[in-house]
């Protein structure tokens, strides 16, 4: 027999905790450093997002060449994007990934795989990693982008956890995500609105209500993220996209939130610089 649930519901906290709590720790002092260390660790992730999308599109349709067959042109787009985003201008990396989102889809279509799985993947792991370079070096508030982004995001998934877990009630979206609730996302928004606050007063912000309207709004976007990756697990019949991260799963449960808030929040970089 194994571990009473409550013992193994505590062992799987501590877990998610405490991987969470050193993932964290990597991924800032690298933001920090900037430069060429930040951009290829964004593009190791990014490839590793790829090498699961492979594995669930290969889930999906029953067929293990389709792992290798996406993950790879997935994996070098992304990387496309990234460099072309930090040497060139941020533009010409999205245009490039959208491009060859193009271009995958139609080869797909002609050699009768799955286009969408080819396009939209391409999208989907690459856009976030490179706008995410490109906020790091587009201006010198690079970092502080960067931060108050990750803060967001990491604050809306941490208290959506903990809200649902205390206070249950109705469940959003139980067909594609049994275990969240509207009390759990109305949690996230407002951690990540409050941690909207403390950004704008550690980094001096002259926008205090504009940031904890910023930091909601992320939190928001990276819970509808978050939702969609569930949406896609079920479709692909996964409980986890893998299992890299002990508590979290893989690298896409991790950063579902991140693929979806990094976009819109670079476009609010290039519209309030």
Do not use: C
């Amino acid at each position: 027999m194994g571990p009473p649930v409550a013992e193994r519901e505590r062992r799987e906290l501590w877990q998610r905790v405490l991987s969470g709590l050193a993932l964290a720790a990597i991924v800032v002092a690298d933001a920090v450093a900037g430069g060429w260390s930040f951009s290829t660790l964004v593009a190791v992730v990014a490839a590793l997002m790829a090498l699961e999308w492979g594995r669930l599109a290969a889930r999906r349709h029953g067929r293990r060449e389709l792992a290798a067959y996406v993950a790879v042109p997935t994996a070098l787009a992304a990387v496309a994007g990234i460099l072309l985003g930090k040497l060139v201008a941020g533009w010409v990396g999205l245009a490039a990934v959208a491009g060859i989102a193009v271009l995958l889809a139609g080869l797909a279509r002609l050699r009768g795989w799955p286009a969408g799985w080819f396009g939209f993947g391409v999208l989907y792991v690459g856009v976030a990693p490179t706008m995410l370079v490109w906020l790091r070096n587009a201006t010198d508030d690079g970092l502080v982008f960067v931060l108050f982004l990750f803060a967001a995001v990491w604050a809306a998934d941490t208290t959506a956890y903990f809200a649902g877990r205390a206070i249950g009630g109705p469940k959003l979206a139980p067909r594609w995500s049994p275990n969240k609730t509207w009390a759990g996302f109305v949690g996230g928004i407002v951690g990540a609105g409050a941690v909207g606050v403390v950004m704008a007063e550690v980094f001096a912000l002259p926008f205090v209500a504009g940031s904890a309207l910023l930091g909601a709004a992320l939190g928001v976007v990276a819970q509808l993220g978050d939702l969609f990756e569930s949406w896609i697990k079920r479709r692909a019949g996964a409980k986890d996209s893998g299992r890299l991260i002990p508590g979290h799963g893989g690298v896409l449960d991790r950063l579902d939130g991140l693929i979806f808030a990094t976009p819109v929040f670079a476009l609010f970089a290039v519209l309030h610089p």
